[in-house]
């Protein structure tokens, strides 16, 4: 539980379930389970403005008022609990959905889905959606002058497991251009959704590929005015998990809540 402390700091108490051991505390340094811990706030500059000129859309839809304070429990309190069933088999595999192959370069996209401590968020529902190798979706609204693919849908789901890993298979999105301004085109990226064990741990981001050279030139990631919270949105490559023959292998991991939590809200 955590209220407002002085000098605008935060106070809370680590003794939620599935919290750290004492052990774990005290290796450490922190307080024995209880005690009242103070926390520095969190910077705003992780997360993207709700309000930034550059970026069209938030002059229109961005609040113009300050934030209304809710009670702790309705941010803490469990949050929805998925099944095995909401998952349909195969609904990880994006690329199986057609009478033929999709168009475009097969890719792996997998990760750990962590708490603010590093511990591992199971059974998080993670949904993806993504435009296809050409840079469009499936969408009435996307009307852009790029082909369909009649053999991809560009949406998926899965589960996390034990470690709280998750991964699909997919194809790389193309870039695309938008209305924000003059000639702007965005990075390709994907889309997550994901539900943690409390409310508070609901998330929605982007993902973007290493050296894409249409990020430092994107109106939407760069809402965000911390550079190294920029760079959490950025998945790696990994050979470890490419598929030989068949598919390349990208790592992005996400944090829920927490310093290092994962820009959300993009």
Same mark, same amino acid.
């Given at each position: 539980?955590?209220?407002?402390? $002085?000098?605008?700091?935060?106070?809370?108490?680590?003794?939620?379930?599935? /919290?750290?051991?004492?052990?774990?505390?005290?290796?450490?340094?922190?307080?024995?389970?209880?005690?009242?811990?103070?926390?520095?706030?969190?910077?705003?500059?992780?997360?993207?403005?709700?309000?930034?000129?550059?970026?069209?859309? +938030?002059?229109?839809?961005?609040?113009? =008022?300050?934030?209304?304070?809710?009670?702790?429990?309705?941010?803490?309190?469990?949050?929805?609990?998925?099944?095995? &069933?909401?998952? @349909?088999?195969?609904?990880?595999?994006?690329?199986?959905?057609?009478? &033929?192959? @999709?168009?475009?370069?097969? *890719?792996?996209?997998?990760?750990?889905?962590? &708490? !603010?401590?590093?511990?591992?968020?199971?059974?998080? #529902?993670? !949904? *993806?959606?993504?435009?296809?190798?050409?840079?469009?979706?499936? =969408?009435?609204?996307?009307?852009?002058?790029?082909?369909?693919?009649?053999?991809?849908?560009?949406? /998926?789901? +899965?589960?996390?497991? &034990?470690?709280?890993?998750?991964?699909? *298979?997919?194809?790389?999105?193309?870039?695309? @251009?938008?209305?924000?301004?003059?000639?702007?085109?965005?990075?390709?990226?994907? =889309?997550?959704? #994901?539900?943690?064990?409390?409310?508070?741990?609901?998330?929605? +981001?982007?993902?973007?590929?290493?050296?894409?050279?249409?990020?430092?030139?994107?109106?939407?990631?760069?809402?965000?005015?911390?550079?190294?919270?920029?760079? $959490?949105?950025?998945?790696?490559?990994?050979?470890?998990?490419?598929?030989?023959?068949?598919?390349?292998?990208?790592? =992005?991991?996400?944090?829920?809540?927490?310093?290092?939590?994962?820009?959300?809200?993009?």
């Amino acid at each position: 539980m955590a209220r407002s402390g $002085a000098g605008g700091r935060l106070e809370g108490r680590e003794d939620r379930p599935g /919290g750290p051991t004492q052990k774990e505390r005290a290796r450490r340094g922190a307080p024995p389970p209880g005690d009242t811990v103070r926390f520095d706030p969190i910077p705003e500059s992780r997360q993207p403005a709700a309000i930034d000129p550059a970026y069209g859309s +938030t002059l229109r839809r961005g609040p113009r =008022h300050p934030p209304i304070a809710v009670a702790c429990e309705a941010a803490t309190g469990a949050g929805v609990r998925f099944g095995p &069933d909401a998952v @349909p088999p195969g609904a990880c595999d994006l690329t199986n959905r057609g009478r &033929d192959e @999709p168009l475009g370069q097969r *890719i792996v996209v997998t990760g750990r889905v962590l &708490d !603010e401590d590093g511990r591992p968020v199971r059974r998080s #529902l993670i !949904e *993806i959606w993504q435009c296809n190798a050409a840079g469009r979706y499936t =969408h009435a609204n996307d009307q852009h002058r790029a082909p369909l693919d009649p053999n991809f849908s560009g949406e /998926g789901r +899965t589960l996390t497991d &034990d470690d709280g890993r998750y991964r699909f *298979i997919t194809i790389r999105p193309g870039a695309y @251009p938008w209305n924000n301004h003059a000639n702007a085109w965005r990075p390709a990226h994907i =889309h997550f959704s #994901l539900f943690g064990n409390v409310h508070a741990q609901r998330l929605v +981001t982007q993902m973007y590929f290493p050296d894409d050279p249409l990020i430092p030139y994107d109106a939407i990631i760069n809402t965000i005015p911390d550079e190294a919270a920029r760079r $959490a949105l950025v998945s790696r490559f990994s050979m470890e998990e490419t598929i030989a023959d068949e598919a390349l292998g990208y790592v =992005h991991d996400i944090v829920l809540r927490g310093r290092g939590a994962t820009p959300f809200g993009l």
